[in-house]
């Protein structure tokens, strides 16, 4: 009877349809599952806000929509020709941007790939990739993209008295050049995440990511395979 009355008040809160086992689970859109983490951050509010630098897709790989879904809404920022349009029609709350994210303001070189979540300003993470897993993966395209400093982008986009809840960081190497475009005084992001492909826990001394947020106030708390979760003191 117990069993029974738990049963129908999970099937009836989560998403339980024909299968009673889809009560259960809960359908992440992240790659690894960084928005379930968020979640658990975040339980309960439907009307937060977050920034997401290298969105890449309205769904794929996102770590927003989850979060898009329950109410919430925010900046999604990416460089790759045309995702504006896609953004514009899936994320209508959302301010999105097509235009890259550095600490310093000019056209650079980005280096578009047949997978476009390898897409990157950096040129030796670029070259290091052309190829991989035998030649499955191949850069098909070198174009010049205006980038903006993290400051300047919040600066004319965000709304007096908005708190970011939390900042997405995936620009596939340049990830450190884009915590030091921001302007820590003016905004800091209750949580942010950011990817780092050769993190090392033994190491974390030498990590400069880590060093860098560490003296703006921020500790590292979670960690997915490939992204680092640091939260606000």
């Known amino acids: 009877m117990i069993f029974q009355k738990s049963f129908k008040f999970f099937k009836k809160k989560d998403y339980a349809e024909k299968n009673p086992e889809n009560g259960f689970y809960r359908f992440s859109y992240s790659q690894e599952g960084e928005d379930m983490l968020l979640s658990r951050i975040f339980p309960d509010k439907t009307d937060g806000f977050y ?9 794929r790989f996102s770590n927003t929509y989850f979060f898009y879904k329950k109410g919430w809404k925010g900046i999604n ?10 953004f514009d029609k899936y994320r209508e709350r959302d301010i999105n941007l097509e235009i890259g994210v550095s600490n310093i303001e000019e056209f650079s070189t980005y280096y578009q790939f047949n997978e476009p979540a390898l897409n990157t300003f950096n040129q030796i993470e670029a070259e290091s990739k052309n190829g991989i897993h035998n030649g499955t993966y191949f850069i098909t395209n070198r174009i010049q993209i205006q980038t903006k400093k993290l400051s300047t982008i919040l600066k004319e986009n965000l709304k007096e008295n908005i708190q970011i809840d939390f900042l997405n960081i995936d620009v596939e190497g340049l990830d450190f050049e884009v915590l030091q475009s921001n302007d820590w005084e003016s905004f800091r992001p209750k949580v942010i995440l950011i990817e780092e492909l050769k993190f090392d826990f033994s190491e974390l001394n030498k990590n400069s990511i880590n060093d860098f947020l560490n003296k703006q106030g921020y500790k ?7 992204t680092s979760f640091y939260i606000l003191n």
Do not use: E
């Open 51 to 59: 920034v997401d630098i290298g969105a890449h897709h309205p769904f």
């Open 77 to 86: 920022i990416d460089p790759i020709p045309g995702v504006k349009n896609l």
């Open 220 to 226: 590292l708390m979670y960690r997915t395979v490939n």
